[in-house]
């Protein structure tokens, strides 16, 4: 698809819950994703990296310490070993045994709900390659034939290279600490429809300028309602954030 093409078909509602629901619910779970469905929003951002054996799973951590029961690199367990840990417990009792959800079950959740998804792209270290790749084909397979395939993103430009020669059909944003210079030769080499930035970097003038070179911006992680109402009129297309309870979806 034409990056044209692509760009007059942007379908993504102009809230996202990060992480499933900002700090409300463990992130990156599927009690998150619910909760920020029943504060009103329809569509959710997470992180999605590797298993030792290949299976794309939800983690925003290089290691398992802070968000489950395990230890260590997240990439030096099989997808069988992940599935057993809780990933619910550090965040509050009531989420005691939540599990790590695989990206397949998150997608199933997504198109039974009618939930747009943004999958953040975040490869372990020397796997950038290979996990562009295969959540590009897994997120393919999953959502073959749904009226809203997932946008794919990435702070990792060689992942997002990998994703692009994987399925180049799927959707993709340039996730950005920093807005580079020549971040208009970085979006068309990697034939991107949207800039990701940190809400901090946006002005007015770089967001008109981007639309005007034809494409879409996101924002993260904007948590006040008078910054939020400010991206808003300057036309951000999409504002990810963790204040689902204070930031109406609308
Ligand atoms: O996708 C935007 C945002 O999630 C990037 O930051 O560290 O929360 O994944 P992080
Ligand atoms: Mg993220």
Known sequence: MSREAAISSWPYPR??????AGKLAPENTLAAMRAGYAHGYRMVEFDVKLSADGVPFLLHDDTLDRTTGGRGRADALTWAELAKLDAGS???PQFAGEPLPALGAIANWA??????????????PGRERDTGAAVALDAQTLWRGADMPPLLSSFSEEALAAARDAVPELQRALLVERIPGDWERRLSQLQCVA????????KAGLIAAAHGAGYK?????????????RLNAWGVDCIITDAIDVVRPE
């Open 15 to 20: 809230f996202a819950a990060h992480r499933g």
């Open 90 to 92: 550090w965040h509050s």
């Open 111 to 124: 198109l039974a709900n009618g939930v747009a998804c943004n999958i953040e792209i975040k490869p372990m």
């Open 195 to 202: 800039l990701d930035s940190d809400y901090r970097e946006l």
């Open 217 to 229: 911006v996101l924002t993260y992680t904007p948590n006040d309602v008078e910054v939020v109402a």
